[in-house]
């Protein structure tokens, strides 16, 4: 079956430029997180949205990063006025509730 | 103390070698456990869940010790194509926010 799936793929812009990237989440998956991971590092969570219950910023690094899912279903990170600490690689995941997670391919992010 | 500690390694082994990674958390509410492996720039895929029973799947063995707050990851019988970073997942009861340590790399050679 369909996996996540992330878009872009690949996106470059230049600092202080607004950004979106997308996650369609597996089909009847309720759970959804955005990591990011920069080079050579960890996952960093960003934010996890459940169901229609409201989501857990609690990663977000500031108040220029946003998420929001539409329908419980594919979600949106804006990331407004990059900066180059921005630069890292995007991961969405979801899951059935929680526990095992489905990763997307993700969205390399360079900020210039 | 981090949540989640894993040895960054890397660990280098020969194809046919066993080999047995840990991972430490301070979480003593920390309900469910996993181990994902991520292959150099791509995302990380689930290679297994952790149950208190322990875990089996074909070469991959996976036990959690609750006690002294540990899960482990032992691979038999390495092939080339295990090299890759594994992660270890933790999950406290009660936050639906999963833990990941940094990972240890593992290199299988000829």
């Known amino acids: 079956g369909a996996g996540v799936s992330q878009s872009p793929s690949n996106k470059v812009t230049e600092k202080g430029k607004d950004v979106e990237l997308r996650c369609d989440p597996i089909s009847g998956h309720t759970a959804l997180y955005w990591y990011r991971q920069s080079l050579g590092q960890g996952l960093e969570f960003l934010i996890y949205?459940?169901?229609?219950?409201?989501?857990?910023k609690s990663g977000l690094p500031s108040d220029r990063f946003s998420a929001e899912r539409t329908g419980g279903s594919v979600s949106t990170l804006t990331i407004q006025r990059t900066q180059q600490e921005d630069s890292a690689v995007y991961l969405c995941?979801?899951?059935?509730?929680?526990?095992?997670?489905?990763f997307g391919p993700g969205t390399r992010l360079t900020v210039t | 103390r981090k949540e989640v500690e894993q040895d960054p390694g890397p660990f280098n082994v020969p194809e046919g070698a066993t080999v047995a990674f840990n991972c430490t958390y301070s979480n003593s509410a920390s309900q469910s456990f996993f181990w994902y492996r991520q292959d150099c720039r791509k995302e990380p895929k689930l290679l297994m869940s952790?149950?208190?029973s322990g875990n089996e799947d074909g070469r991959f063995t996976a036990q959690l010790n609750r006690a002294s707050q540990y899960i482990s990851l032992l691979i038999r019988d390495s092939k080339l194509s295990d090299s890759a970073t594994y992660l270890c997942?933790?999950?406290?009861?009660?936050?639906?926010?999963?833990?990941f340590g940094r990972g240890t790399s593992l290199i299988v050679h000829p």
């Open positions: 949205f459940q169901g229609n219950s409201a989501p857990d």
């Open positions: 997942v933790v999950e406290a009861g009660g936050s639906y926010i999963p833990t």
């Open positions: 995941a979801s899951a059935r509730e929680r526990g095992e997670q489905y």
């Open positions: 952790v149950y208190s």
